[in-house]
């Protein structure tokens, strides 16, 4: 089953129609639908065609009380989690990064300071991966943190750009 997925759209058409096809009795058959309507819980609500769980059902030929139960099935669960991380970390982890940028180095944001830790503890776990080197944040003041923010996305910056 064949589902194409963007960070904005998700096109699941297709699937729906293999997944209609499928037995509704076997494993088979659920296993099809249960897929689907992972694919369309990845999907951000603004986004989903259909828009609401009961035109999915009607669409999968099934009840919402049963896209009520795949929720605490534990395959749908195990698969969610799954796609919903590498739907993360391909498509959102940037913009992730530059709100906390934002948020680290603006004086008049009072979640500054967490967004700063937030930001570093990131960098530093790339950076410890690479280098093999530790940093400890927790004693830094919140004015060391955010020099240091400024100074990795400078560096970060200029390696993208192929500055040295």
Known sequence: MEVTTTPETTD????????????????DGAVARMDVYVEWLLVPV???????????AALLDITVETLRKYDHDPWVRKEYLKRSRVAFTVSRAAAVIDNLFRRATDPMDPQGVTAARTLMQYFVAQDETEAGERI????????????????????DAKGKRGDS
């Open 46 to 56: 603004d986004s989903r065609i259909p828009k609401f769980k009961k035109d999915l």
């Open 12 to 27: 699941i058409s297709d699937a729906i129609s293999d997944a209609r096809e499928a037995d509704k009795t076997s494993r």
């Open 136 to 155: 400890d944040l927790s004693s830094m003041t919140s004015d060391e943190l955010v020099e240091l923010a400024l100074r990795v996305a400078s560096a």
